[in-house]
């Protein structure tokens, strides 16, 4: 099964689950049991991540994720965006796009 990365859109510690975000951006569900290590204390909005797509009932949803990268800069570039992009104020109050090109 081929990785793919994407960034965290949000998570909810109490409910243990959260929705991340790939490239084409559609959100992808994730459970806090797929995390590798099985921590999830941890995890923050934006943190960079890659994990496997399988099917599910209610769509898809990642297996298999880790934790790439902890990522908290002012400017960063939307994915499939050359240029850095400044944040809005949405972004600014937490919902940012993280910078997802490879290197």
């Known amino acids: 099964m081929?990785?793919?990365?994407?960034y965290v859109k949000s998570f909810n510690s109490?409910?243990?689950?959260?929705?991340?975000?790939?490239?084409?951006?559609?959100e992808i569900f994730f459970?806090?049991?797929e995390l590798i290590p099985k921590k999830y204390n941890n995890i923050q909005r934006r943190?960079?991540?890659?994990?496997?797509?399988?099917?599910?009932?209610?769509?898809?949803?990642?297996?298999n994720v880790i934790?790439?990268?902890?990522?908290?800069?002012?400017?960063?570039?939307l994915p499939g965006k050359q240029k850095p992009q400044t944040k809005t104020k949405a972004e600014k109050d937490g919902m940012g796009s993280p910078d997802l090109s490879p290197g």
């Open 2 to 6: 081929e990785r793919v990365k994407g």
């Open 67 to 77: 934790i790439e990268e902890r990522l908290s800069r002012e400017k960063y570039c």
């Open 14 to 26: 109490e409910k243990g689950y959260g929705f991340a975000v790939i490239d084409d951006l559609q």
């Open 47 to 63: 943190d960079i991540i890659s994990f496997e797509i399988v099917p599910s009932t209610k769509g898809k949803r990642a297996i």
């Open 31 to 33: 459970h806090a049991s």
